[in-house]
């Protein structure tokens, strides 16, 4: 079975320093792995996906994630977090093998910027 | 270009009545359509997917029922409301099956008083 832990709830930076939201999950098969950001009141926009090619993924607004495999986790990251990145972030978790691509989500973690 | 909608945006409806949201995609053909839903303070709960018209699957029992009339039209319905109703509510859709990125609408905000 699939499952997603989003390790903060809640996460609080400053303007202009890094931003690490974590996240493991657990997997039987080979997984997609995405991360998914909503602003309030609004759709989940796609930052970046994982699909088994490179493990570091580069995805919009200067966001990241790595795979690591060993450690089943997907941790977000940017180098310098600017006042627009306040929003709801969810890691999310999709089987290969499915044939329905049904997406199994965190339970989210909200992101903080002070000025 | 793909694009998503979904109306109304916003919806306040007492108790009991009838409920129908309803998702349009364009610029795909035959895609998987999912119905999601978000209470406040809490993650997407998958309501109904489909992959292809007149095929719905349920994921969770509940007052709520989904159709696909057509290729490119989702439909969430209800006869009567409850107040555990409210929350927001999302559609999505995807080209293929197993790990490919679902792409979302704007929601609708669901009031039941």
């Known amino acids: 079975a699939q499952s997603v832990t989003q390790l903060d709830s809640h996460v609080s930076v400053s303007e202009g320093t890094p931003v690490l939201l974590r996240c493991n999950y657990s997997s039987s098969y080979s997984p997609s792995l995405f991360w998914y950001v909503q602003h309030p009141n609004k759709g989940l926009q796609l930052l970046l996906k994982?699909?088994?090619?490179?493990?570091l993924v580069k995805g919009i607004n200067g966001f990241e994630a790595e795979f690591k495999k060993s450690e089943t986790s997907f941790h977000l990251t940017k180098p310098s977090a600017h006042m627009s990145d306040a929003a709801e972030y969810f890691c999310?978790?999709?089987?290969?093998?499915?044939?329905?691509?049904?997406?199994?989500f965190g339970q989210g973690t909200t992101l903080q910027v002070k000025p | 270009s793909q694009t998503i909608h979904q109306w109304p945006a916003t919806l306040v409806q007492p108790v009991g009545s009838p409920l129908s949201l309803e998702c349009t995609v364009e610029?795909?053909?035959?895609?998987?359509l999912y119905w999601y839903r978000q209470a406040a303070g809490r993650g997407l709960q998958l309501l109904f997917y489909s992959v292809g018209i007149g095929q719905i699957s349920s994921e969770v029992p509940q007052n709520l029922s989904a159709s696909r009339p057509q290729d490119r039209q989702f439909i969430l319905s209800s006869k009567k409301l409850l107040l555990s109703d409210s929350g927001f509510y999302l559609c999505?859709?995807?080209?293929?099956?197993?790990?490919?990125?679902?792409?979302f609408g704007p929601g609708t905000r669901l009031l039941v008083l």
């Open positions: 999505a859709w995807a080209i293929g099956q197993g790990g490919e990125t679902q792409y």
């Open positions: 610029g795909t053909s035959n895609p998987n």
């Open positions: 994982y699909t088994s090619a490179a493990t």
């Open positions: 999310v978790v999709s089987e290969r093998s499915s044939n329905t691509g049904k997406l199994i």
